[in-house]
């Protein structure tokens, strides 16, 4: 008995072969190719079957397609898939109609620094934070990348501000809750440091950012997780920001300081040299970017978000891996480079300081846009 392989839209053959097009295994395309071969030897035996002509030219012609010579803009070894020529889907961050850290006022960070840090790294945090207000004319900058945060308006229609200020800092550096913490002990760290008057308390302008070193682990960090911003009520029933960032330089720099080291998973690419000379921290500015502005974006889940508000792609984390143009996964794109370091980097900040940070989610354009794209 003879049966149709006709389906609703297309002949089999040709989803076959738009499959084995973005197909990068040869065992795969072999398979397809033998696949195809069957289900075109079954249309010549139907090929007196009405309607079936015309799909039996078709396959003929895309399995001849296929066979031939593939051109070398469309080789499978050229670096980037197929599937990257593919338009995607506009990304769209929803707005949830609660509030934002809209200007004018400024937005005061408050770094605890837990566990030791060198001065060195903790002065490239604070540069990079520094840079946020128009610290550098040099363009690309950190200034014109934070720029984009204020086109994302709240309910009265005013941008997230553009003024960032480093409202204070405080250390802990004997790791008073000890070297592995929970994710429940980060608010707690910040309520201890309002308690003892090391910050003021600033409900609605204020993040608390806990920044932990290299040699602190906490609960599902390099597992799911290279930093994350929440809020928390106080006795008074005020709420605050807060936010924490690790450094991975030893424990998982390929997954959280990525591109500045080998990627724990997928191709292996060789590492970029970063700006400031140092993996973990230089892999911090871009985790610390993505916390605050999705702290300023996002402060309480009502803000812009893609997806589940338990865990949501937010300003930055819906750019992922997305630091120039071209980019795609396993590449951070076109990057700026130092001719005597070969450093990599793509924005300039205060005290001639260099830092590469992540794409930002653009709502005009709905797509991602980096300082150099």
Request: hydrophobic residues 40%; charged residues 15%.
């Amino acid at each position: 008995m003879c049966t149709s392989v006709m389906s609703n839209y297309l002949p089999p053959c040709v989803n076959m072969i738009f499959y084995s097009l973005l197909a990068d295994k040869l065992l795969i395309k072999a398979m397809l190719l033998l696949h195809i071969s069957h289900r075109i030897i079954s249309l010549v035996s139907c090929a007196l079957k009405p309607n079936m002509e015309n799909h039996l030219r078709l396959c003929l012609l895309l399995f001849l397609f296929l066979c031939s010579p593939i051109p070398p803009a469309l080789s499978f070894g050229q670096g980037r898939k197929l599937s990257a020529l593919v338009p995607s889907a506009p990304l769209v961050l929803k707005y949830h109609k609660g509030p934002l850290l809209t200007g004018p006022a400024p937005i005061n960070v408050f770094i605890l620094w837990y566990g030791n840090f060198t001065p060195s790294q903790k002065a490239i945090v604070t540069d990079f934070l520094s840079s946020f207000n128009g610290g550098s004319t040099t363009t690309p900058s950190v200034t014109s990348w934070w720029a984009t945060t204020g086109r994302y308006t709240g309910s009265g229609k005013q941008g997230v501000s553009r003024d960032v200020r480093i409202g204070g800092q405080a250390s802990d550096a004997s790791s008073s809750l000890g070297k592995n913490l929970k994710r429940s002990d980060i608010p707690l760290l910040v309520k201890g440091a309002l308690s003892k008057r090391w910050f003021p308390i600033l409900s609605s302008r204020g993040i608390y950012l806990v920044l932990t070193a290299e040699d602190v682990n906490v609960e599902r960090f390099c597992m799911n997780s290279c930093g994350f911003h929440d809020y928390v009520r106080l006795s008074s029933g005020r709420r605050i920001l807060f936010g924490w960032v690790g450094n991975s330089g030893v424990e998982c720099p390929g997954q959280c300081a990525w591109p500045f080291a080998a990627p724990a998973y997928g191709p292996p690419t060789p590492p970029l040299i970063p700006p400031n000379g140092d993996v973990g921290v230089d892999g911090m500015i871009i985790n610390i970017a993505a916390i605050v502005a999705g702290t300023a974006t996002n402060p309480f889940n009502t803000g812009y978000y893609q997806g589940d508000a338990l865990a949501p792609q937010e300003a930055v984390t819906a750019c992922t891996g997305i630091f120039g143009k071209g980019a795609y996964s396993g590449y951070p794109g076109d990057l700026v480079v130092d001719n005597t370091t070969r450093a990599s980097y793509n924005a300039h900040g205060v005290n001639n300081r260099r830092f590469l940070v992540p794409a930002m989610w653009e709502p005009s354009r709905h797509s991602c846009k980096t300082p150099i794209s």
